[in-house]
Each structure stands twice: as C-alpha cells, then as structure tokens.
C-alpha cells in the first residue's frame, strides 16, 4: 500500500495529470470532483490500472459539510492522506474590477480561498506530529495571475492566487515542525479546459507570444512539478513558490 494522496479537482486537466503521474510513482490516489463523475471515475481507474489503489469522490470544496463528508470517505476507503493537492480552482468571464458583483467576487473567493483553506485545515489535522500524524506534504495551485494582476480579464481571480500565495508562505511556517510540507505551483499559461469555462477557449494560442519560450504549458509538465514537491526529492524545500510559465 502506498501513501495516501487527494487531489481536488482531479477529473480534468492539471489536477487529472497530477494524479495519474502520482500513481505512477506509487502513491494511493483519491480524485475529486465537483460534477463530473465519469471523468473522475475514469482517471482513478487509470490509477489503478497503474497498480495502485484509487478512489474518485465528490465533493465541492467550499461547502464545508462536503469536505467533511469527503475526507471521512477517503479515511475509510484509503487511509489518513499524507499528500493533498489543492488543485480545485476556477475562473470567470472577462470582466473589469468596476463590472464585478459581489455574487461573482463570493464564488471566486469562496472556491478558490476558502476551499484550499478548508482541504488544507483537514489534511493538517491528519498530517501533523502535533495531531498523531505521521507528517506530510502540501501543494497549492496559485498561478502566474498572482504576481500579473490579469487586468483586463479577472483582477478578482488573479487577487484569489495571491491569497493562495500568501497562505502557502504563511501555512508553511506554522507547520514546518510538524512534519508537513506546504508549497505552491503558479503555472501559466496551460493547455486545459479552464479557459473555456472563462469564454475564450483559445486563450493560450492568444497570448503564448507572450511567454519567453513562445509555446503554452501542458497538465503534464505542471504535474512533473507537482510531485516533485509531494515527493521525498524535495525533502528540504517548504513555502515555496515555484512558477511553472515558461519564463512569462
Ligand atoms: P480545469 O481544467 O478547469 O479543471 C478544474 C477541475 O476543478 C475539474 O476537475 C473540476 O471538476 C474541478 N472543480 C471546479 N470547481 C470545483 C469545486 N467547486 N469543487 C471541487 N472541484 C472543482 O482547470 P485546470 O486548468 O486544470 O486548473 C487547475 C488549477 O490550476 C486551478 O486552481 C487553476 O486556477 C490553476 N491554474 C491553471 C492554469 C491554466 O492555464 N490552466 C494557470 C494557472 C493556474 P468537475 O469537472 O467535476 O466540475
């Protein structure tokens, strides 16, 4: 048996890459999702046709009781997580900051903050020395958004990474002695389904000019990332964010 991973929204793109490759590297997988059933249940097969065991569990991160439900499902299933990855995050329809309700603002925050939040207060209750645990690691999705503001397309989701930012710096210190791990990805530009749940599928071919290496990224090489910080390899490394742009 491996170690316990959980990958919020692990049905598609970054997160689905993530946790295919971790269970190429042995790890126990739980994929969750918000709606997508089939497609979580397809990448945890692929899990387990990988050798390891692999659960895909529902649950929509910022509501509270689910996450509750969610993780109650993965102890019983799997085990106590010793890996979590708050990939779960979504963006909005291109607007400006004096164009955005106050509905649209909660449900940024509330996913994308309070969500990571919540996923992550769970697993420091598993992982910590403080609370029997036997340690772990934490990565958090942030994005290149956090330090480039995305004017112009979505200040309040770009606004929402800098919190992720900040939360990782801050989680990190507060359970270095614990055990656990706590560090960041900020991807950029990466081919996923994300940006047509924004309005412009082709976003990537729209603004790859801009990054340095001239190409967007793909789920995969965010995932190699990934793992390396969930992993022994990175044994050393805490509060840490480590951009994955292409130079952009
Ligand atoms: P994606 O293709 O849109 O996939 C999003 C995943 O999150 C899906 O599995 C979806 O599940 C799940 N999800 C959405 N809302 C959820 C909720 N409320 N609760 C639980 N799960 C939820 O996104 P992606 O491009 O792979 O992005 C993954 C992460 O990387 C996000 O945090 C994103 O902000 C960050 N990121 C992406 C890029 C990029 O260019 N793609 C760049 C920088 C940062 P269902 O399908 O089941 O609803």
Known sequence: MGQVLL??????????????????????????????QASAERVAAQARELGVRAMAVRARVEHEDEVLAMYRAVDAQLGPVAGLVNNAGVVDRAAR?????????????????????VCAREAVLRMSTRHGGAGGAIVNLSSAAARLGAPGQYVDYAASKGAIDTFTQGLAKEVAAEGIRVNAIRPGLIDTDIHASGGIPDRVKQLQHQVPMGRGGSAEEVAEAVVWLLGPESSYVTGTLVDVTGGR
């Open 7 to 36: 990958v919020t929204g692990g049905s598609r793109g970054i997160g689905a890459a993530v946790a295919l490759l971790a269970a190429r590297r042995g790890w126990d997988v739980a994929v969750n999702y918000a709606a997508d």
């Open 97 to 117: 900051v004096d164009e955005m309700s106050v509905a649209r603002l909660r449900r940024m925050f509330e996913i994308n903050v309070i969500g990571s939040f």
